[in-house]
């Protein structure tokens, strides 16, 4: 089955300290994971991809097959990354379905 | 560039009623996306036009959810009748193709059925 898990709902962190929000997923093909993300009062939008391997933001992340995991790290968080969070799988069969996690709320705290 | 337009942005309607939500996709894109987003959930995607095609709709309810995209531009979703658990906000995506293509998400719109 295809499937992303994100395991927290809320992950809440002082301003400075180092982030990671989990994904963890399930998918029998070779995977294309990707981080979205949803400021307040804003639309989703793409964060950064793992085909590309990008630091966006300061964000990174790191696809490690053997733990089927795709998680989103920074070293140090800012206000402004607060956010909510969703990492998603592009199947590559035909269907060309992003599948998405049920998301994290990042509250960096002053 | 406005990006991708929904509208209405909010809709309350009683339950057995129909509704209808439209998206305006980013010029030149022929990929055009409709999600459904359950609260505390991540988008699940409805139906994938490529085109006036739809390509993927085998997530579309069609038993009372329907989908038109003539002329290969504006979209509607529509729902007949309406039930409760049809409480959610609804998300338009458009993309310069399938695959790795980046979508870019409308606002979306909230749906409240009573």
């Known amino acids: 089955a295809q499937r992303v898990t994100q395991p927290e709902k809320l992950l809440s962190v002082f301003k400075g300290a180092p982030v990671e929000l989990k994904c963890n997923y399930s998918y029998s093909g070779s995977p294309e994971l990707f981080w979205y993300v949803q400021y307040s009062r804003q639309r989703l939008q793409l964060l950064l991809r793992?085909?590309s391997r990008e630091s966006i933001k300061g964000f990174t992340a790191d696809l490690n097959k053997g733990e089927t995991s795709f998680h989103l790290k920074k070293p140090f968080a800012q206000e402004e990354d607060s956010a909510m969070y969703y990492c998603a799988l592009l199947t590559m069969d035909s269907s060309y379905k992003l599948i998405f996690g049920s998301g994290t709320r990042l509250l960096v705290r002053p | 560039e406005a990006g991708v337009v929904q509208s209405p942005r909010y809709k309350i309607i009683e339950k057995k009623q129909p509704v209808a939500f439209w998206c305006n996709p980013i010029s030149g894109h022929n990929t055009l996306y409709w999600y459904l987003q359950n609260l505390g959930q991540g988008p699940e995607l409805l139906i994938r036009y490529e085109n006036e095609e739809a390509v993927d709709d085998s997530q579309l309810p069609k038993d009372r959810f329907s989908a038109e995209r003539l002329k290969g531009v504006d979209s509607t979703l529509k729902i007949q009748p309406a039930e409760l658990g049809d409480s959610a906000v609804y998300l338009c995506?458009?993309?310069?193709?399938?695959?790795?293509?980046?979508?870019?998400f409308g606002p979306g719109t909230r749906l409240t059925v009573l």
């Open positions: 793992h085909i």
């Open positions: 995506a458009s993309s310069l193709g399938s695959g790795y293509n980046e979508q870019f």
